[in-house]
């Protein structure tokens, strides 16, 4: 794996994380600990996980392309796919 590409997928990979952390404490206003057991109870927790991962990927993914770095943006489509199959996990089993 080339190191920009692998750069574009941690960035992939981190960046939904910290939306979802940020989304949880300053807009639920909730502990994360609190907020994934809630999300657990209601079912909703790979809705919240796939709504982070894409707004922040996308926005990150068309950003790189703009900038024509297109070797990021391929690294960053990669870790979306990875949370694609996280959240099917999570859905279905």
């Given at each position: ?66 900038t ?9 489509l ?16």
């Amino acid at each position: 794996m080339n190191k920009i590409v692998a750069k574009g997928f941690s960035i992939g990979v981190i960046a939904p994380i910290i939306t979802l952390v940020v989304y949880i404490s300053f807009v639920l206003e909730l502990d994360v600990d609190t907020a994934i057991y809630k999300f657990e109870r209601t079912n909703t927790l790979s809705h919240h996980i796939s709504l982070s991962v894409f707004l922040t990927n996308i926005i990150l993914f068309f950003m790189h392309l703009r900038t024509n770095k297109q070797h990021v943006a391929k690294g960053i489509l990669g870790a979306t796919f990875i949370y694609a199959f996280i959240v099917l996990y999570i859905r279905f089993f």
